[in-house]
């Protein structure tokens, strides 16, 4: 049996895989890499493909990625998968969006904001009347 | 008989109120368990890349990246993450009481804060008291996705890069179990290795594919965002558990209440039959 290196696929969401291999291959930007054991400490991003896993001859695992990062420690492989497709221009839109739902929100002073004033008001005024009657029956 | 009709009706009403919660109450139960889940399948990967950021600062790069470097503090920036839906109980009130204070804080050592919120709950608190906040994100949902929240870290990240803030935190509830949650406020920015674990050093450094600043670029925004993603799945599981209480405690106020209720009922009718009798005895006596 060949040397084996740990290697870890996760993603922020899930762990994907956990497991010993004898070569990892990536698809990092600058090329397609394999990863076998004793491999010098490596730090790259990746790019969408597929990562295979050969745990043996027999037994090799596919994963689809659509980018993340790849790090390399001699006895480790760690797969930083991201969970969505990544572009600058895709995270810049993102950003803008979120400015422009806080920008809204602060012009928009009579929407969402009032209703939850109302209901804190509403449930004041419940337990004022609750409070009055208790007030009353004990009178009685 | 018309005796108690109120005390009745009141009842019907209460009983039809604790209907609801119980319901609630055991939706939030079935909720929590599965954002709990949540919780644990984000924790390697935040797990890795705070080893990895770990194995960086004991490298020796040549590069050394901005979010690495403390810079005099003037301005600050908050991610505030809070609820998108009420009714569980002092949540959200104990976070914007920890905001506040740390607001005012800041505030007196003549910092600017700027805020991003996520959640609908922090976001109207905070634009309705005339706090800055320059980003949000709301109606996320029980399955939150790391997308969602991508705009709202850029935003201020961006900010951070551009020196309109020098310090950037997130503040969430954290789980500690279903009874507590305790909120959190977490440095992001810069980011300081040592308070992420100490390992020793070694003379050596990565190999960086294409350059250490583009790698490193992409790795500590990302590091960022599983730090701020956590926090979120976590404040969703904070959020049921918390709601989960809160209803339970409803439900048996209900049931408290209804029982005192059904006490001076049965009393009054009680008191109704009794006089009715003593009415036809006397009659009776008189005749």
């Excluded at chain 1, 762990?15 to 004793?38: C, D, F, K, N």
């Excluded at chain 1, 480790?76 to 929100?105: G, N, P, Y």
């Excluded at chain 2, 490298?59 to 901005?66: L, R």
Aim: glycine share 6%; net charge neutral.
């Amino acid at each position: 049996m060949a040397m084996t290196i740990h290697v870890d696929i996760v993603s922020a969401e899930a762990e994907i895989y956990s497991g010993l291999a004898e070569l990892v291959v990536a698809p990092a930007e600058m090329g397609e890499v394999g990863i076998a054991a004793r491999h010098a400490p490596f730090l790259t991003r990746l790019k969408p493909g597929e990562v295979r896993v050969k745990v043996n001859d027999q037994e090799v695992h596919p994963f689809f990625i659509s980018g993340g990062m790849l790090e390399v420690q001699p006895h480790v492989v760690t797969i930083l998968a991201d969970t969505a497709v990544r572009a600058k221009d895709i995270d810049e839109a993102a950003a803008l969006e979120a400015k422009r739902r806080a920008e809204e929100m602060l012009s928009d002073k009579s929407g969402k904001i009032d209703y939850a004033l109302a209901q804190a008001q509403l449930a004041e005024a419940v337990m004022q009347l609750r409070t009055l009657e208790k007030y009353r029956k004990g009178r009685a | 008989m018309a005796v108690g009709k109120e005390i009745r009706l009141k009842i019907t009403s209460i009983k039809n109120t604790q209907k609801i919660t119980r319901a609630m109450e055991m939706v939030a139960a079935s909720k929590m368990r599965r954002t709990q889940e949540r919780m644990q399948a984000t924790r390697p990967y935040s797990r890795k890349i705070a080893q990895i950021i770990k194995h960086l600062a004991h490298a020796n790069p040549e590069y050394k990246h901005p979010f690495t470097i403390e810079r005099p503090v003037n301005r600050v920036g908050v991610i505030l993450i809070s609820s998108d839906r009420g009714l569980c109980g002092g949540l959200n009130a104990n976070l914007f009481r920890l905001a506040l204070r740390r607001m005012r804080g800041w505030n007196a050592e003549d910092k600017a804060v700027t805020l991003s919120t996520i959640g609908q709950k922090g976001t109207a608190f905070f634009s309705s008291i005339g706090a800055n906040v320059v980003s949000q994100a709301t109606k996320l949902g029980d399955r939150p996705h790391l997308q969602d929240i991508i705009g709202v870290i850029k935003t201020m990240v961006d900010e951070y890069s551009e020196g309109k803030i020098d310090e950037l935190y997130v503040l969430y509830n954290e789980f500690l179990n279903t009874m507590t949650q305790k909120p959190r406020l977490v440095q992001l920015l810069p980011i300081r290795p040592e308070d992420i674990g100490e390992e020793q050093k070694g003379q050596w450094d990565y190999i960086y594919e294409p350059d250490a600043k583009e790698v490193l670029d992409q790795l500590l925004i990302r590091y960022v965002e599983s730090i701020v993603f956590q926090g979120l799945v976590e404040n969703n599981a904070c959020e049921q558990a918390a709601r989960m209480v809160a209803m339970k405690s409803a439900s048996d106020n209900a049931g408290k209440l209804i029982k005192e209720l059904q006490l001076i009922y049965n009393k009054a009718r009680q008191a109704a039959i009794t006089q009715e009798i003593a009415e036809i005895v006397g009659g009776a006596a008189a005749v």
